[in-house]
């Protein structure tokens, strides 16, 4: 049974900075693409980051590019997204979810099998 585990979230003022991580479970983590998501009371979920097998194919939203860095650690099955310079829109519920098929990018939200159950971020201005 896949699981996949977010924690880091929490309350953080405008321009700082959190660690979200992302504890995965239940099938070889080093093959699927890893992904976070995230949703905004009122808004539909959005795409924020993927990253690649081995860490080097990382994409971002425009949104968060040159914020965010999504990162993965294979030996300990996790994946991290770390935020700076924090905005109160970036106020969310984040999600990391796990490529459906290996060695296989994900297009869509549809292409992701496994969810995490969310972590609260909220910045305060």
């Known amino acids: 049974q896949v699981q996949l585990l977010e924690s880091g979230g929490g309350l953080v003022q405008a321009g700082g900075s959190l660690r979200l991580s992302c504890a995965a479970s239940g099938r070889p983590f080093s093959v699927y693409v890893m992904g976070w998501f995230r949703q905004a009371p009122g808004k539909e979920r959005e795409f924020v980051a993927r990253i690649g097998l081995n860490g080097a194919n990382t994409v971002y939203a425009d949104s968060v590019k040159g914020r965010f860095t999504i990162s993965r650690d294979n030996a300990k099955n996790t994946v991290y997204l770390q935020g700076n310079s924090l905005k109160p829109e970036d106020t969310a519920v984040y999600y990391c979810?796990?490529?459906?098929?290996?060695?296989?990018?994900?297009?869509?939200?549809?292409?992701?099998?496994?969810w995490g159950q969310g972590t609260q971020v909220t910045v305060s201005s």
């Open positions: 979810a796990q490529g459906s098929s290996p060695f296989s990018t994900p297009r869509r939200d549809s292409d992701y099998g496994y």
